[in-house]
Each structure stands twice: as structure tokens, then as C-alpha cells.
């Protein structure tokens, strides 16, 4: 069994920081890429910022410059660090892990900004 935890959601004041944390626990075996989306009400989820498979990273254009995507391949944890946050950050977070050949998905953290 391979289980994606996500944490640091919350609610937070327009200007401000949070960081997201995604650990990833049980047998896995290999992990090819490592990212984060996000979905506003009504919308549809979208790409925030992920590492290609060239180890690089990409971010959406509405994001570049705030948000930072980073990972600890020994706890096999990814994290979105987020500052300069803006109303238009709302959202649930869901982080998403390719695993062992499969795509796994995190029960999403909400984050809400407020203006």
C-alpha cells in the first residue's frame, strides 16, 4: 500500500507565506515525477508547479516567482513553499506522485487567502 499525506493548508491574509508538504509512505519502489495542482471552485484543476523528468521544475506563469517547488528524496516528501499569496491562491492543493508506474494523488489541503 502506497499512501500520499498532505499538511500545511490553512487560511492566511493577502501577502502572506504557507508551505505544503506531501509524504509519500509504504512500498515504494520508484518515484519518476513529483507535483502539485491545484482546483478552485467551478474550475478545473490545473498544473501549479511540477519537477520534469529532466529534474528540472515548471511552474504555472500565474505562479512564477512566488511559489516554490522543492523535494526531500530520502522522505520521499514534496513541498510548495507559497508566499506572496493573493485571493486568486484559493484552492485545494492536491500533490501528485508517479509511484511505482501508477499516478497517486493526495487527499488534498485546502488553502484560502484572504483579501
Known amino acids: 500500500q502506497v499512501q500520499l499525506v498532505e499538511s500545511g493548508g490553512g487560511l492566511v491574509q493577502y501577502g502572506g507565506s504557507l508551505r505544503l508538504s506531501c509524504a509519500a509512505s509504504?512500498?515504494?519502489?520508484?518515484?519518476?515525477?513529483m507535483g502539485w495542482y491545484r482546483q478552485a471552485p467551478g474550475k478545473q484543476r490545473e498544473l501549479v508547479a511540477t519537477?520534469?523528468?529532466?529534474?528540472?521544475?515548471d511552474y504555472a506563469d500565474s505562479v512564477k516567482g512566488r511559489f516554490t517547488i522543492s523535494r526531500d528524496n530520502a522522505k520521499n516528501t514534496v513541498y510548495l513553499q507559497m508566499n506572496s499569496l493573493k485571493p486568486e491562491d484559493t484552492a485545494v492543493y492536491y500533490c501528485?506522485?508517479?509511484?511505482?508506474?501508477?499516478?497517486?494523488w493526495g487527499q488534498g489541503t485546502q488553502v484560502t487567502v484572504s483579501s
Open positions: 501528485n506522485i508517479l509511484i511505482n508506474g501508477y499516478n497517486r
Open positions: 519537477f520534469t523528468r529532466g529534474g528540472s521544475t
Open positions: 509504504g512500498s515504494i519502489f520508484s518515484i519518476n515525477s
